[in-house]
């Protein structure tokens, strides 16, 4: 049954507590755009990927949130995102660039929320 579907995108819905906060955040830092925007809930873009946010219900939504919620981005061109990202250094926790055992080079950066981006790319595709 399942064989003749195709999986064509998986999206995070994440909570937010400030929506306009964390809308600036992934645009100016991570250049995703907002497609869709209300204060209730908004979907941004980059690349064909896609996150959509949505208002907390509650305090307890973004207490059970902070700082246990992670995402991973996969990029290509990881040094040149570095050079825009790390100007944000003195607003946003950032862990600096990276390399790994698994071959993976990475950088996380913490988002107004308190998810945990993982941003990487494969070592042996840098350019």
């Given amino acids: ?3 003749n579907i195709a999986a064509k995108r998986i999206s995070p819905m ?3 507590d400030n929506m306009d906060k ?3 955040f992934f645009q100016s830092v991570l ?3 907002p497609t869709m925007k209300s204060p209730g809930y908004s979907i941004l873009e980059r690349d064909g990927q896609t996150i959509h946010f949505q208002k907390a219900a509650s305090e307890e939504v973004m207490k059970s949130m902070r700082e246990h919620t992670e995402i991973y981005i996969e990029v290509s061109g990881i040094h040149a995102f570095w050079e825009h990202v790390k100007t944000f ?3 946003y ?3 600096d660039l990276f390399d790994l055992e698994y071959g993976m080079t990475e950088f ?3 988002d107004p929320n308190g998810c945990l ?3 990487g790319e494969p070592t042996s595709k840098q350019s």
């Fill in 14 to 16: 994440l909570a937010t």
């Fill in 1 to 3: 049954m399942t064989r």
């Fill in 117 to 119: 981006v993982f941003v």
């Fill in 89 to 91: 250094k003195n607003q």
């Fill in 22 to 24: 964390t809308i600036l």
């Fill in 108 to 110: 996380h950066i913490a």
């Fill in 93 to 95: 926790k950032i862990r």
């Fill in 31 to 33: 250049g995703f755009t």
